[in-house]
C-alpha cells in the first residue's frame, strides 16, 4: 500500500514523496531506490520548466519573428512579433486567416519554391530576400534565415526560421538604383550636349579657318595684282 502510495505521487507529478515508516524492512531498499529516483526527476523537471520558461520569453519578446511550420505550408507556431511584421495582432490571427503561405503571403509565389529548393539541398537557408503581402496587402520585404528537420526518410517535415523586416533598407537600395539610373541619364544627356556644343565650336572654328584661309588668298591675289600695275 505505502509503494502504491508513493508510485501515485510520482505518477501525479510529485516526486518527493518519501515514507519512512514502511512496515516491511525488505522493502526499505527499494523505497530509498524511488525516493533517490524521485529526486532526480523533479530535478530534471525544475531544470525543464526553467528551459521552458526562458525559451518562452525568448520567443515572445524576440523583435524577430519567429515561426515554425510544415513543408506543406501549416503553421504551427508564430511568435508576436512575426504577427506585427506581417501586420497581424496577435499569432493566431496570423494562424488562422494564412491558411496558403504561398499563395496569400508571397507577392511571387514561385519564391515559395526557390525558398524550399534550397532548404532542401542544404538543410538551410540563409539571408533568404523575399517580398510579402502584410494583412493589408501592402507589400513588405523580408530576409528568411531557416532550418529544416527531416523525417526517417530524409524529407523535410518541419521548417524552423527567423523573419526580420528588411523594408527599409530596401527602399533605400531602390532609391540608391534610382538615383544611380538618374544620374546615368543627366551624364548621358550632358555629355550628348557637350559633345553637339563641340561639333557646334569646330563647325565654327573651321568657318574661321576657312575665312584665314580665304583672307590669304585674297591678300596673295591682291599683291599679284599690285605687282603687275604699271609704275608711274
Excluded: C
Aim: no cysteine; charged share 35%.
Amino acid at each position: 500500500q505505502h509503494l502504491g502510495n508513493i508510485a501515485n505521487s510520482y505518477r501525479a507529478g510529485s516526486y518527493l514523496t518519501r515514507d519512512n515508516h514502511i512496515a516491511v524492512k525488505e522493502f526499505r531498499p527499494f523505497l530509498s531506490v524511488m525516493e533517490g529516483m524521485g529526486e532526480t526527476i523533479h530535478a530534471q523537471m525544475t531544470d525543464l520548466k526553467e528551459s521552458e520558461m526562458k525559451y518562452r520569453s525568448i520567443f515572445e519578446n524576440a523583435v524577430e519573428g519567429i515561426f515554425k511550420t510544415t513543408v506543406m505550408g501549416d503553421w504551427i507556431s508564430v511568435n508576436p512579433a512575426m504577427a506585427e511584421i506581417l501586420g497581424y495582432i496577435s499569432g493566431e490571427d496570423l494562424i488562422r486567416e494564412v491558411k496558403d503561405i504561398k499563395g496569400q503571403l508571397y507577392v511571387h509565389p514561385e519564391m515559395r519554391y526557390d525558398f524550399l529548393k534550397e532548404l532542401s539541398d542544404n538543410g538551410r537557408v540563409q539571408g533568404f530576400e523575399a517580398e510579402f503581402y502584410r494583412r493589408d496587402q501592402s507589400r513588405i520585404w523580408v530576409e528568411i534565415n531557416a532550418r529544416a528537420i527531416f523525417d526517417d526518410h530524409g524529407k523535410i517535415s518541419v521548417i524552423e526560421g527567423f523573419i526580420v523586416d528588411i523594408n527599409k533598407r530596401k527602399m533605400m537600395e531602390l532609391e540608391l538604383r534610382q538615383s544611380k539610373t538618374q544620374l546615368e541619364q543627366r551624364v548621358r544627356e550632358r555629355t550628348h550636349e557637350l559633345e553637339e556644343e563641340t561639333k557646334k565650336l569646330e563647325r565654327i572654328n573651321g568657318l574661321f579657318i576657312d575665312r584665314e584661309l580665304r583672307m590669304k588668298e585674297l591678300k596673295k591675289e591682291n599683291r599679284a595684282l599690285m605687282g603687275k600695275l604699271p609704275k608711274n
